[in-house]
């Protein structure tokens, strides 16, 4: 079962922005839910996607296109570049984000609903 932990752990694309380009068949899909659904790899148990049903976005793992790259044709596209990072006050690495030097949100920015408040990390322990 392949998986990995990331610090990233989902990234939301709209719907429209989604496509599988190679592998659809490999897929298993699961309904987690009536409102909630999962999908993977049955080869190697990879999260390739998540999201509400029916819903404007589809939540995919940045780590999954890191680890499939050597097996696969598809890198991640550039649009997957990082722009922000948000929900950072339940970040149990921060500095990891803010060393970036991207726009780190406490919550979420105001377009999406949030306080639009930054986050100011606490300093390094190692």
Same mark, same amino acid.
């Given at each position: @079962?392949?998986?990995? #932990?990331? #610090?990233?752990?989902?990234l ?11 592998? +659809? &068949?490999?897929?298993?899909? @699961? ?12 080869a190697?148990g ?8 029916? #819903? ?12 499939c ?8 596209? +550039?649009?997957?570049?990082? +722009?922000m ?9 921060? +500095? ?10 406490k ?12 986050? &100011? ?6």
């Amino acid at each position: @079962h392949a998986n990995a #932990g990331s #610090g990233v752990h989902i990234l939301a694309v709209p719907v429209a922005a989604f496509k599988i380009v190679a592998g +659809e &068949d490999m897929l298993v899909e @699961h309904k987690a839910s009536e409102k909630f659904y999962r999908k993977w790899c049955k080869a190697c148990g990879a999260g390739i996607a998540q999201g509400p049903v029916g #819903g404007p976005l589809v939540g995919t793992f940045p780590t999954t296109y890191e680890k499939c790259a050597t097996r696969f044709p598809h890198p991640a596209p +550039e649009i997957f570049q990082a +722009e922000m990072h948000f929900n950072m006050e339940n970040s149990i690495i921060p +500095e990891t984000f803010t060393a970036e030097g991207l726009p780190c949100f406490k919550d979420f920015p105001a377009a999406f609903g949030g306080s639009d408040t930054m986050f &100011d990390a606490p300093a390094a322990t190692f």
